[in-house]
């Protein structure tokens, strides 16, 4: 692979966008295992965007860039084939445009202007490499270098703001965690794999070594995600906090036969599940200290029949540790839907049928 710029891009050369991934560690070096799942989960992203937005009509590649002396920048080229119609249609609906304005802070009118001037003309050695769609003709609608080099900037800057913005914002402007699930969950997972590597002190995503998520970034980046089938709305969820002596744990989160299990203020065995994705990144990085009876105070929810199986949203205090807030209102309607809230003070709700 080389880098230096063609003196003109011929009609065979496609658009191509850069995504850097770039790490703040004190070694230069980066663990195998973080360098794929970041490339991969980055490209799960534009993947899912991809499906949601333009309907998977885009067509393309993405290659990883030889990294540069001096730091570890993984680059990643998101080489357009086809489809940039799709993405041109959908910058010009009005949620198109508040989509990406509200993302990255230009409308798309923007990237479109500025198209030229935006992408990076990156020769890659794809000479070998098959293409999916035939050579472009004058009556091909992707012919226009303005659309096509347009439409691979808005896919790489949606995408590294997403990977950026809190989710109080990203809800403002639509991008909401039921309808961008795949998304949100390919965050989750780059995320913890930026959390599990000790030496990763922050995270950037432009050439320069300009490092906004900062190590203490990667947990409140996580979003807790309800399950993938849609809750039907005639469930009557129920949300309350409760306090309980866990009595029997389980940090395996795979273990799918075994649930939490511990006692409420009545002495009443309780059992449940937790969702909460910033509590189990705390038990990876070894962030909760166990005792022999551990006391959890958590918000959890459940349908009005089974009352015998809540999952737990968030873990609010561990044996005292405040690990967080409880989901609010917006937050709990994306995750259940229709719920009602229960009183706190009432320990004998699970006793009613």
Request: glycine share 4%; aromatic share 10%.
């Amino acid at each position: 692979m080389a880098t230096d710029p063609p003196a003109q891009p011929s009609d065979q050369q496609k658009s191509v966008g850069i995504i850097p991934l770039h790490f703040d560690v004190p070694t230069h070096i980066l663990p195998l295992n973080t360098f794929i799942e970041t490339a991969a989960r980055t490209k799960d992203i534009v993947e899912a965007f991809n499906r949601s937005l333009f309907d998977g009509r885009l067509v393309y590649e993405i290659y990883v860039l030889t990294p540069e002396d001096g730091s570890f920048k993984s680059k990643l080229a998101v080489y357009v084939i086809s489809g940039a119609t799709a993405v041109a249609v959908f910058a010009e609906s009005d949620m198109g445009k508040a989509f990406v304005e509200g993302l990255t802070n230009h409308p798309p009118d923007h990237y479109f202007r500025e198209a030229g001037k935006y992408i990076r003309k990156t020769v890659i050695d794809l000479a070998s490499q098959p293409v999916e769609q035939p050579h472009p003709t004058v009556a091909d609608p992707d012919h226009d270098a303005a659309k096509r080099d347009g439409s691979t900037a808005i896919l790489v800057e949606t995408t590294k703001s997403f990977l950026q913005k809190d989710r109080s914002e990203l809800r403002k402007i639509g991008v909401d965690e039921r309808k961008f699930r795949d998304a949100y969950e390919a965050r989750n997972e780059f995320y913890i794999a930026c959390s599990q590597n000790r030496q990763i002190q922050a995270l950037g995503f432009e050439e320069e070594p300009v490092f906004p998520i900062k190590r203490a970034d990667f947990a409140r980046l996580q979003v807790a995600l309800g399950p993938k089938e849609d809750v039907p709305q005639i469930d009557n969820w129920i949300v309350e906090i409760v306090t309980l002596s866990v009595t029997s744990p389980n940090w395996d989160r795979e273990d799918r036969n075994r649930t939490w299990k511990g006692k409420d203020a009545n002495k009443k065995e309780r059992n449940f599940s937790i969702e909460d994705e910033y509590f189990w990144t705390l038990v990876r990085d070894r962030q909760i200290n166990p005792s022999i009876i551990d006391t959890m105070k958590m918000q959890w929810a459940f349908v009005t029949d089974k009352r015998r199986t809540p999952r737990v949203l968030k873990v609010l205090e561990y044996n005292a540790q405040v690990l967080g807030e409880p989901l609010d209102e917006n937050a709990l309607k994306t995750l259940l839907g229709l719920y009602t809230a229960a009183a706190n003070a009432n320990p004998g709700l699970f006793d009613r049928r």
